[in-house]
């Protein structure tokens, strides 16, 4: 991917408006990321598991022609996963210590996107490495070589976030207070037919029609506590169309959707909205 040298300005960037690879109802959610980014502002990506975070994130690094290091964040997460470690290197007989580079100083270092995924599953005592890095200062002092990486002018930062998951904590206000705040919808209606037209193999409107009127219901009943979230995953619906081009959609909605889901009584009602739609076969 070319880098270009000078500084990110949404004027050379207008093409990101009109973006194939991230699909939205909302132009001014992708337009208003594109300058926050464009401002050096950070973003924090929230919304549901599936709706696209990662994908607007890819979307954006590819539009600003930014390379993307990425972090997927656990209770596992610790400073070498962030900034790199070091290692004992041995070349024709001689050996040494090297410290090889973590995605963030690396993304730091070289002008890149950083990219970390689920901030809110890391634990706490890990994140404040990062604080420095997402304000003003842009800079941090690597605890393992002692050097202070000052960032490239053209680096950037997304965090994505699922709120109210197993697993997550919430994000300190002091961290939070670093981002501005993107949410990511699903995506339903036409934007989603056209998507499933692009993105899938099943060329039949009708079952289309079909999948994308299941997937507003699974999404209503997310909302009164039916369902998890999960159940309203676009990433499941679009395999599900997938199977669907080669075996009966009410098989595809169960292989693909109901059968990701730990609760029998949350399969169920998936099942149960996906009947109204598709016959057994």
């Keep these: 991917m070319p880098v270009p040298t000078e500084d990110l300005n949404i004027k050379n960037y207008r093409d ?21 980014l464009t401002l050096s502002k950070n973003l924090l990506l929230r919304g549901p598991t599936g709706s696209g975070k990662t994908k607007l994130a890819e979307s954006l690094a590819e ?55 689920e901030i809110n599953m890391a634990r706490p005592e890990t994140l404040p490495i990062l604080n ?3 304000d003003y200062r ?13 960032a490239h002018p053209r680096f950037r930062v997304i965090a994505a976030i699922n ?13 939070r207070n670093r981002f501005i705040v993107i949410d990511v919808p699903y995506l339903s209606g036409a934007p989603l037919k056209a ?9 039949n409107e009708q079952v289309i029609n079909q999948f994308v009127a299941l997937s507003a219901d699974i999404v209503a009943a997310t909302k009164v506590g039916e369902v998890s979230e999960e159940a309203a995953s676009i990433r499941a619906l679009l395999d599900a169309c997938d199977l669907a081009a080669y075996i009966p959609a009410l098989r595809a909605v169960a292989r693909a959707i109901a059968a990701k889901l ?20």
């Design 195 to 203: 998507l499933i037209e692009a993105r899938t193999q099943l060329g």
């Design 132 to 134: 420095s890095i997402l």
């Design 163 to 175: 709120e109210g998951y197993v697993g997550t904590l919430p994000m300190n206000e002091a961290l």
């Design 63 to 117: 539009k600003l022609r930014l390379p993307m290091e990425s972090i997927n964040c656990s209770v596992d997460l610790d400073a070498e996963a962030l900034l790199g470690f070091k290692t004992l290197v041995t070349d024709n007989g001689h050996s040494e210590i090297q410290f090889i580079e973590g995605p963030v100083v690396r993304a730091m270092r070289e002008g890149h996107l950083l990219y970390i995924d």
């Design 16 to 36: 990101a408006l009109d973006d194939k690879g991230f699909v939205t109802e909302d132009i001014n959610l992708l337009r208003d990321a594109l300058i926050a």
């Design 138 to 150: 842009r800079q941090l002092t690597n605890p393992f070589t002692a050097e202070t990486v000052v």
């Design 262 to 281: 730990d609760d029998e009584r949350e399969k169920t009602v998936v099942m149960n909205l996906a009947e109204t739609y598709f016959t057994q076969a």
